[in-house]
């Protein structure tokens, strides 16, 4: 009997975060864009590091356009962001 791999795919927290950057540049294919997807439809942390991410992009897209991209803040902001733990409530 052949294993029904659809109910043990999803990833863990890390190889999400691990892939963050690939997924917003859209350079993962569609089984692991798909794998990350499901992630965040039930991880509240990866989506809002990911929300986080996609705005913060977005931002530095719109900024580049007359300044060079601050690679160091984002890395450092992205460092930030993970250390928080978004589950106090
Ligand atoms: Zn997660």
Redesign the pocket.
Known sequence: MMTDESQNDSI??QT??ESLYDYLDGELDGEKTDAIKK??E??A???S?FDFEKSFLLFIEARSQSQGAPEESKKRLLAALLKEDPARD
């Open positions: 863990d927290c999400a975060f992630h965040l039930i991880c942390k990866c989506f590091a």
